[in-house]
């Protein structure tokens, strides 16, 4: 069959943006290399894309500043900041999406209904609680996603999710009665879903339709194990990592007592990568314990520099409690790390099939002498755990870099056209 002529919805779609709009733009990028591809984004993405000049003459830009614009300012203003109270986020975003996505049929009718596209995919937002307006009104089949969402906060860290500002999260459900919601999912031909959390809030679309696929993948030029040696093997301190932004749901305070309380892990280190409203405060615990010399703030880091410190590190201890896509654990395996994360969310699908260390979710105080025991056991048996790296980091690359991915849509896309059953696509479950 010819490449597939795809119309690629991506609102959020932008090279230099962290999350989202880096992860939309990734998988655009990868999407156009092996379809005949038309990206259509929001203008403010404009500036970026030009300036990385990868995919210019592919994209085609919708201005709803009207609305977009004043929206954002009042969803910064009610969340005090743009780094909490995602929920609120979402919540602001509906309308000004619902506009962008009528804007872009709109732009597209004629071309549309003229058959001069094979499939029409909307790739970002990947919230499910913000619908398409796009579904159901296409000759073409609709697809969307992947979509990543409706992860609860765990009842043992209420104190968390009050310094994350999340109480706006209690009213998730009401997405599911807002226009355009029930038709997104009854119409969609294909709904692409992350993670087993995702897919058991998509009620509303026969399973035959729901296909298991997480929206992460990496850069195997920058996360790869060349140079580095088998982890917990040699001699000299072993090296524990964290990395991510300091704030209350990484629960980063369990990696840090865990290890500074540990008479056995005196003689090794713990790197903390990254910056945030948690910082002071476990800067003071480490203080507290005496382990300021153990326990190393190297602030943030770039992209590349993060993966340099995964080569030098033996273990990722991650103690994110409420992570929905988790692209850097992803990351952290390609690396060839052994990872220790909390069995909530997608850390603990990643790491399954013994791949990793999974923690289970408890307590705090229970999570610390959870990840104590994990990281003590990482040098009382370190072959068993340099076994599970190397799983982690063949099964890293066999799925999870960008033109694996953009290949593995493609099939999706040919098997709608023929009409064939979607219950092969099963490799990300």
């Known amino acids: 069959m010819m490449r597939p002529r795809v119309l690629i919805i991506?609102?959020?779609?932008?090279?230099?943006?962290?999350?989202?709009?880096?992860?939309?733009?990734?998988?655009?990028?990868?999407?156009?290399?092996?379809?005949?591809?038309?990206?259509v984004t929001h203008i403010r993405n404009r500036e970026n894309i030009q300036k990385a000049n990868e995919i210019t003459d592919k994209v085609t830009y919708v201005d709803n500043e009207w609305i977009a614009r004043p929206m954002g300012k009042l969803s910064t203003f009610l969340r005090g900041g743009d780094q909490r109270a995602w929920s609120t986020n979402q919540?602001?975003?509906?309308?000004?999406?619902?506009?962008?996505?009528?804007?872009?049929?709109?732009?597209?009718?004629?071309?549309?209904?003229?058959?001069?596209?094979?499939?029409?995919?909307?790739i970002t937002p990947m919230s499910p609680a913000l619908p398409s307006y796009a579904a159901g009104r296409v000759r073409q089949p609709f697809v969307i996603g992947p979509l990543n969402g409706s992860l609860?906060?765990?009842?043992?860290?209420?104190?968390?999710?009050?310094?994350?500002?999340?109480?706006?999260?209690k009213l998730r459900w009401l997405y599911k009665y807002m226009p355009y919601s029930a038709s997104t999912y009854r119409k969609s031909n294909a709904v692409l879903a992350s993670f087993r959390h995702t897919i058991d809030d998509i009620s509303r679309t026969p399973k035959e339709r729901i296909i298991p696929f997480p929206e992460i993948a990496f850069d195997p030029d920058i996360f790869h194990t060349k140079g580095r040696k088998a982890?917990?093997?040699?001699?000299?301190?072993?090296?524990?990592?964290?990395?991510?932004r300091l704030v209350p749901v990484k629960v980063t305070e369990a990696a840090v007592r865990a290890f500074a309380t540990s008479p056995k892990l005196e003689d090794h280190i713990l790197h903390i990568l990254g910056g945030g409203p948690e910082e002071e405060r476990l800067r003071k615990i480490v203080t507290d314990y005496g382990a300021s010399e153990?326990?190393?703030?190297?602030?943030?880091?770039?992209?590349?520099?993060?993966?340099?410190?995964?080569?030098?590190?033996?273990?990722?201890?991650?103690?994110?409690?409420?992570?929905?896509?988790?692209?850097?654990?992803?990351e952290a395996m390609?690396?060839?790390?052994?990872?220790?994360?909390?069995?909530?969310?997608?850390?603990?699908?990643?790491?399954?099939a013994d791949r990793g260390v999974r923690v289970e979710l408890q307590s705090l105080?229970?999570?610390?002498?959870?990840?104590?025991?994990?990281?003590?056991?990482?040098?009382?048996?370190?072959?068993?755990?340099?076994?599970?790296?190397?799983?982690?980091?063949?099964?890293?690359?066999?799925?999870?870099?960008?033109?694996?991915?953009?290949?593995?849509?493609v099939g999706i896309y040919n098997a709608l056209l023929r009409g064939e059953d979607l219950g092969k696509f099963n490799a990300y479950v």
Request: glycine share 8%; aromatic share 12%; proline share 6%.
């Open 10 to 39: 991506a609102d959020d779609c932008n090279p230099e943006w962290p999350s989202l709009p880096v992860v939309g733009y990734k998988y655009a990028r990868a999407l156009a290399n092996v379809t005949d591809a038309t990206i």
């Open 91 to 122: 919540i602001m975003a509906y309308l000004p999406y619902v506009f962008f996505e009528r804007e872009v049929i709109k732009a597209f009718r004629g071309a549309l209904d003229a058959g001069e596209f094979d499939i029409v995919h909307r």
């Open 152 to 169: 609860s906060w765990p009842k043992e860290f209420a104190e968390e999710q009050k310094r994350e500002g999340e109480a706006a999260r």
């Open 231 to 244: 982890p917990f093997s040699g001699s000299g301190p072993k090296r524990f990592l964290f990395a991510g």
């Open 294 to 330: 153990r326990v190393i703030f190297e602030g943030q880091k770039t992209q590349a520099e993060v993966a340099d410190f995964m080569r030098r590190c033996d273990a990722f201890a991650f103690p994110s409690i409420k992570e929905l896509g988790a692209g850097v654990v992803i």
């Open 334 to 352: 390609a690396s060839g790390m052994v990872c220790i994360v909390v069995n909530y969310g997608a850390p603990g699908d990643l790491v399954g």
């Open 365 to 409: 105080e229970g999570m610390v002498d959870a990840y104590r025991s994990a990281m003590e056991h990482c040098l009382e048996s370190p072959s068993v755990h340099a076994e599970m790296a190397k799983r982690a980091e063949t099964y890293a690359n066999e799925l999870y870099t960008w033109p694996a991915k953009a290949k593995y849509t």
